[in-house]
């Protein structure tokens, strides 16, 4: 017989427990969306407009920053670049004029600088307006072996490629949220999601700025922050220099990317909201593997795919070279 408490209220039923026709509605929507996720993997999805946004990309002076700014140059954004390297920042603005942006403001900033980052902000903020598209790219490699690469460096490579986020979040998100208007786009990498010999810092970095963007979504859900998208981009090994001497044995499965196939597939992730983009497809096949297969059967496949070798080209070139920490600084993100 069951039990009534205070007011009548039934106490075997649990206080969160929902009527059936709630679970029915609930297991309605999932299957709509799975069916609209299936459909839109045959239609193209609607891209959105972005003449006019502001557009702010770390990492702006050279390569995958670069190529975005030439981009939304081209799909009318307002720019902002962010880099070290004010030379190569300034002529990435030039070529973002010619490539028909009507408004580019290039600033040198050291992301991995907490003070320097917040200064330009404000910069920003005074001069150009709300930023309500914030591509976090600027990333630096070291190369090394964990035990052989110095602390400074593994410091840098936390500075750059995870802490400037937290910095970069913290002064452009509160406009985003007050405008329910925005995008936080993460460059990480395929070293976020699966550790690789030679690149502990690096990889332990991505993974970290990876589940900070992912953090952040899930916030900005549980608020209701339905106007503000996110993206996280995990691409493999590009071809920017910063990975020379890199090698894959199956280059078919794990191709060096082209810079520029890179870019269109992460302005097209933009322009569709997509949250998570894995570059090449090839990658969301070995992370599922990877979720489920025996450890042993996994270091079988690694080994037939060489991928414990992968870095020993780059640690080479890196032993023959000595880099100083502002070597390791001037470049834009090497995914």
Not at 15 to 41: I, R
Not at 212 to 217: G, H, K, L, V
Request: overall charge positive; charged content about 20%; hydrophobic content about 45%.
């Amino acid at each position: 017989m069951p039990i009534q408490g205070p007011a009548g209220v039934n106490q075997n039923m649990a206080p969160n427990s929902k009527p059936k026709d709630n679970v029915v509605l609930f297991l309605g929507k999932v299957l709509f969306s799975l069916l609209e996720t299936m459909v839109f993997s045959i239609i193209p999805k609607p891209r959105k407009n972005v003449a006019g946004e502001i557009v702010l990309i770390t990492g702006a002076g050279s390569g995958i920053g670069r190529l975005l700014a030439l981009q939304f140059a081209r799909l009318g954004s307002v720019l902002v670049l962010w880099d070290i390297n004010k030379d190569g920042n300034e002529q990435t603005c030039r070529m973002a004029q010619e490539a028909g942006a009507t408004r580019v403001h290039a600033y040198s900033c050291d992301c991995s600088q907490r003070e320097d980052v917040y200064r330009v902000a404000d910069q920003v903020k005074k001069e150009v307006g709300d930023v309500s598209i914030l591509i976090n790219n600027a990333g630096i490699v070291t190369g090394r072996k964990f035990l052989e690469c110095p602390d400074e460096l593994m410091e840098k490579s936390f500075d750059v490629n995870f802490k400037a986020h937290l910095w970069t979040y913290k002064a452009f998100l509160p406009a985003m949220i007050a405008n329910d208007h925005g995008h936080l786009v993460c460059i990480s990498s395929s070293a976020g999601l699966i550790g690789v010999h030679g690149l502990a810092d690096y990889c332990a970095s991505k993974f970290a700025a990876a589940g900070f963007a992912e953090s952040m979504f899930a916030e900005t859900i549980a608020q209701n922050q339905k106007g503000i998208k996110t993206t996280i981009v995990y691409p493999f090994f590009i071809k920017t220099g910063m990975f020379d001497g890199c090698s894959t044995s199956f280059p078919n499965l794990l191709p060096i990317l082209e810079p520029e196939y890179v870019v269109r597939k992460i302005v097209d992730a933009i322009l569709q909201n997509q949250l998570y983009l894995c570059i090449p497809k090839s990658l969301y096949f070995l992370l599922f593997l990877k979720s489920f297969l025996p450890v042993r059967t996994a270091l079988m496949i690694a080994r037939y795919l060489d991928i414990f070798h992968l870095m020993d080209g780059v640690m080479k070139k890196k032993d023959e070279k000595t880099s100083s920490t502002s070597d390791a600084i001037r470049y834009p993100n090497p995914t």
